[in-house]
């Protein structure tokens, strides 16, 4: 993509990671975080990059004491930021049955939500020595009781929403509808609709399609994805014919060549910034659906590395920790009329 035809004006970005443990499939016993040992090689690729990341820590990494030591230590570098991320199925207290609509904190009862955030929390200030700012949900379940919990710990952002994304299916919740841009919550109702004077910001991770409008694209795209229609594998027909792909901006799944065709896309509509979100498993062959081999790994770091690069090539790119991209995005307001466009 040539430079003269790439957007030009200055966007932030963000690359978060998932800092969990081994176990991909939920565990409560013979948990392990060997893969938080891969972490001062990838922060050495992000400081020759520029990169300012983000590691969103879960209680299992918390409680280790070689791998909260690692945290602590590239937090101390002065580049990176520890942030909170919970698994409810393994985090106490645990009341709750080990199943899947279960492992949705959102779909939890509220006191109980609350009550491992604050254990999650309690966690990290013994090992961080200073409270979290920035959270992300595991499996993305981001629900109103979430939100109330996160303000009432005093958490200040959130990046669990996906956009254009449902995680119904799993006893989730859906994304489908909430804004590109970084916007404001309070608690109080639908976790997609902005709150102005809202406490907690929110930054959505970057997921959208390869083509625009979205206001097209998302509609036919959940259509497609219909638990009903989704045997008939239309959504990959589609994306192999060219028409539209659905794209993750995470060099887990995506090309390089896709990342920056969705940064395009975002970009052209207006979005102040990019995050980048992967798990720290894959850091590991084997660990992760995405990574089974040392060459995987060795192809996620050259692909974060080109993509760096060529988004930089682009023009002015900010790199910034969660809460330092707070303080640029937290005034952003949803252009008028931008929900209902995007609302299927």
Not at 198 to 212: D, K, M, N, T
Not at 262 to 275: A, I
Request: positive net charge; charged residues 25%.
């Amino acid at each position: 993509m040539a430079r003269s035809e790439s957007p030009s004006r200055e966007v932030v970005l963000l690359v978060s990671i998932d800092t969990e443990e081994d176990n991909w499939s939920r565990a409560r016993t013979s948990v392990t975080v060997e893969n938080v040992r891969q972490l001062p090689r990838l922060e050495r690729l992000f400081e020759r990059l520029g990169v300012r990341a983000t590691y969103f820590a879960t209680y299992q990494v918390l409680i280790n004491p070689d791998a909260a030591g690692i945290l602590r230590d590239l937090r101390d570098r002065g580049r990176a930021e520890i942030g909170a991320h919970l698994h409810p199925w393994n985090t106490p207290p645990i009341e709750e049955p080990f199943d899947e609509p279960h492992s949705m904190l959102g779909r939890l009862p509220e006191r109980l939500q609350l009550a491992k955030l604050q254990r999650l929390t309690d966690a990290y200030v013994r090992v961080m020595g200073e409270r979290p700012r920035g959270f992300v949900a595991g499996r993305y379940a981001l629900g109103p009781g979430t939100v109330r919990a996160l303000i009432a710990c005093g958490y200040e952002t959130d990046s669990s929403v996906t956009p254009f994304h449902s995680w119904e299916d799993c006893g989730g919740v859906s994304h489908v509808g909430a804004p590109l841009n970084a916007y404001r919550l309070d608690g109080r109702g639908d976790t997609r609709v902005p709150v102005p004077s809202g406490p907690l910001l929110e930054i959505p991770v970057s997921w959208g399609y390869s083509r625009r409008p979205w206001s097209v694209w998302g509609p036919v795209h959940s259509v497609l994805a219909r638990p009903a229609v989704r045997p008939l594998r239309l959504t990959g027909i589609a994306s192999r014919l060219n028409l539209v792909k659905h794209i993750a901006l995470s060099p887990e799944m995506e090309t390089v060549a896709d990342m920056l065709t969705l940064s395009r896309r975002l970009m052209e509509d207006g979005v102040r910034h990019l995050q980048v979100s992967f798990h720290s498993p894959s850091l590991m062959p084997g660990l992760s659906p995405f990574v089974r081999s040392a060459a995987d790994v060795e192809r996620l770091y050259a692909t974060i590395e080109r993509y760096v690069e060529r988004l930089a090539a682009w023009g002015p790119v900010r790199c910034a920790t969660v809460s330092e991209a707070a303080s640029a995005l937290g005034a952003a307001r949803v252009p008028p009329g931008a929900r209902e466009r995007l609302f299927a």
